[in-house]
């Protein structure tokens, strides 16, 4: 399908691979059921399957590239890639882009840097979707922020955006005609609610942490703008599709990391007794783990239908 | 005070104006009425006044400190110039460091990195507070995060620790007889509750962002741990005393920061309607700055009762 768009075979591949593998970690709204919406947005000319990013300045560290709208996932991987490079040479590396695209899971590159052994951290812009706390419009973009740190017995990645609860999964909820188990947003009288339907209605879902995440959203979109120099949550929404997003890729690479104090601190966690009975408590990315074992083993669900239009494209 | 306590004086000096500022800035718990918390912890000998942090790992880039369980305050303000001072340099910096002690309020050393023209990062560990997510016993630090921006017209500086009220917030509501505005924890029959008398019982705190806060928590615990090899929450909280701190700091700088873009981003927030009339949509730092030049011109507001008791000390 990517070939018949005029990717290249590389391209093709490397985006294919990522769709397929935010499936396979049981990330299913930015794996296949993400695809037709990608290929819309290459039809549509917002994603150039042709453009290659390019870096438009450096000081050893820290680097700016423009995208130039080529796709997301493509930009993205090429900008840890090299943020890792830079990292393992110098110790620590910053890698900004800007006009790139929709890169679907943040965790993919946390992975990618744990992989390569380094600690990672990035995040990236959106169109708005959240108001501001103390706001009743979207002003704020979801913008994901994923910390990433390697170690032996599977990598321990956050992967956090910053609404409580995804658009994508309010309606979940919604179709199974369930509440959110906490509060999710506003309805239209203006109260919070754990309505998913309503939320959906209103466009306005909570901040992670209330100000908290309204705050860090905010921040983390100005630090873009500032290190990127490309379009901020205001501009994107400005144009009215979300496309020539900004994104950040932090690397921090040492060789001898203290590793053994990591599996101290999960352990402690894990000592906790739980709320529920034989209920579990996690370290970031545990979960995607053992879902990626799963998949691995039983192979990796999907939802027929979307499976048939994909087919059918 | 602190020359009686043997400090020389710039440490006291330093100590004295960072409790200062935070009463000047409003964050009352970590300023004067902290005070006679640190003396005690000076006087049981868990900060040591003479102790003066020690370089212990460079490459350039990343460094490694121990701060000799000296006073918390002058050891991070001692990290943070030195990651300002390489950063400046090198474009990027981190600084780590283990055996420091309480630095108080994170934002302080946040405000410094943005007053040399640095976007800081920094962040501390602490003792166990807050239960991890799906469980009930006390296992992550409400580790706070700081990011701070320089801006001409007013620094942005988000200081967010990972529960959703602080115990001293909830302690203020309880004295007042009031309930939480949002569900803070979790009260003795396990449910999630707005009483802060409830929670503060319970120990029971909820991260900010439910799972998001408690990942958060955990993961900057572990690189902490990682890069400065100190004590995480479960080695200070098996300790049974809050010292011995890891924290860490991060700079960036870049002569040709896009600050033009950052102005466009909060202006876009506070475009929005606001929730209440009247109310106001602000930028992490901007209620603090706002606070900041209200103190300078009426004078800063004190405890009496906590006045007194300082002066009777």
Same mark, same amino acid.
């Not at 992989?115 to 990236?124: E, R």
């Not at 002003?139 to 017995?153: D, Q, S």
């Not at 409580?164 to 999964?169: A, D, E, L, N, V």
């Given at each position: 399908m990517l070939l018949q768009l005029s990717f290249n075979e590389k391209k093709a591949e490397m985006c294919a691979d990522v769709f397929a593998s935010n499936s396979r970690d049981g990330v299913y709204s930015h794996g296949l059921n993400r695809f037709p919406v990608f290929v819309e947005q290459v039809k549509n000319g917002f994603v150039d399957p042709l453009a290659e990013p390019e870096c438009i300045e450096q000081n050893g560290l820290m680097e700016t590239w423009d995208g130039h709208l080529g796709p997301g996932i493509y930009n993205a991987k090429i900008c840890m890639d090299r943020a890792i490079v830079l990292a393992k040479k110098n110790a620590m590396s910053c890698v900004s882009i800007r006009n790139s695209n929709h890169w679907m899971r943040g965790g993919t590159y946390g992975?990618?840097?744990?992989?390569? &052994?380094?600690?990672? #951290?990035?995040?990236?812009?959106?169109i708005a979707g959240m108001p501001p706390w103390g706001g009743k419009d979207p002003?704020?973009? @979801? @913008? =994901?922020?994923? #910390?990433?740190? =390697?170690?032996?017995?599977g990598h321990i990645v956050l992967d956090m955006a910053m609404s409580?609860? *995804?658009?994508? !999964?309010m309606q979940e909820y919604e179709l199974k005609g369930k509440q959110l188990p906490f509060a999710g947003g506003y309805d239209r009288e203006g109260n919070i609610s754990t309505d998913p339907a309503a939320i959906r209605q209103t466009k306005r879902a909570l901040p992670a942490g209330l100000w908290k995440g309204s705050g860090l959203a905010m921040i983390l979109d100005i630090l873009l703008a500032l290190l990127g &120099?490309? !379009? *901020?949550?205001?501009? #994107?929404?400005? *144009? &009215?599709?979300?496309?020539?997003l900004s994104q950040c890729f932090i690397c921090l690479y040492k060789e001898d990391l203290y590793e053994y104090l990591v599996n101290e601190i999960i352990a402690f966690s894990k000592s906790s007794a739980t709320l529920e009975p034989g209920g579990d408590i996690a370290y970031p990315g545990e979960h995607t783990l053992m879902r990626r074992k799963k998949s691995e083993t039983e192979g990796i669900p999907v939802d027929e239908t979307m499976w048939a239009k994909v087919l059918r494209m």
């Open positions: 992975w990618q840097a744990a992989d390569a &052994g380094c600690i990672g #951290i990035c995040f990236t812009n959106a002003r704020l973009g @979801n @913008n =994901p922020l994923v #910390i990433a740190v =390697p170690r032996k017995e409580q609860f *995804s658009y994508g !999964k &120099g490309g !379009k *901020s949550t205001a501009k #994107i929404t400005e *144009s &009215g599709n979300e496309y020539g």
